[in-house]
């Protein structure tokens, strides 16, 4: 019985450091600190195979957001390309005076939230400076980066949307090109090619 107690003690300390490892940022609330719009060019990136899909670019897109939440992705259709999504917010929904009225959660490749009696901004500025964004890591090192990205960090991120394809063809997915959308079909699905997080 001594092994399960050293086992059970490892486990523990384990699981306290990730829960420090991946502790959220706090921000002080008054602070915007991701002001600015993200960004949508046209592109000319040529259409490419990547992990047995098909990538075509479809507009070149740049974001400097504030991490809202997280959910890896292991078992669902397009998990190995698309491992993770991350919601993120700027504008006002980088700020902590609005954010920490809210409930955010993320399942199903799905960004909700909720709030009690009215939203703390209007619904919809909500909509149009938050979303949830699927990751297309375009390397190794770019996949490690977004997987230890910490809520309430500032995300710095630029790549492409895409519409992937499976060699096959039997399934497309392809990104919403307007942040004013809502519900299935409005996340952004980014192939990214450059990654830079800080925590302010």
Not at 38 to 54: C, H, I, R, S, W
Not at 64 to 84: C, K, M, Q
């Amino acid at each position: 019985m001594r092994w399960l107690k050293v086992l059970i003690g490892c486990l523990a300390i384990y699981a306290a450091y990730d829960h420090y490892r991946f502790r959220a940022i706090k921000h002080p609330e008054g602070s915007i600190v991701a002001p600015n719009d993200p960004v949508q060019l046209d592109t000319n990136e040529p259409m490419a195979l990547f992990k047995g899909y098909v990538i075509q670019p479809l507009k070149d897109f740049s974001i400097e957001a504030r991490v809202l939440s997280t959910e890896r992705y292991r078992f669902d259709t397009g998990a190995d390309i698309v491992p993770i999504d991350i919601a993120l917010g700027w504008g006002r929904m980088s700020d902590s005076a609005v954010i920490e009225q809210l409930n955010i959660s993320q399942s199903g490749r799905f960004y909700r939230y909720s709030y009690k009696n009215a939203p703390p901004i209007p619904i919809g500025d909500i909509i149009s400076h938050s979303a949830n964004m699927h990751m297309i890591p375009a390397n190794d090192l770019i996949a490690k980066q977004l997987e230890n990205v910490r809520v309430g960090q500032i995300l710095h991120l630029s790549g492409q949307l895409v519409e992937i394809t499976d060699q096959h063809k039997r399934w497309k997915w392809k990104s919403s090109l307007t942040r004013e959308d809502s519900g299935a079909g409005a996340c952004e699905l980014i192939w990214v090619k450059q990654v830079f997080v800080s925590d302010d």
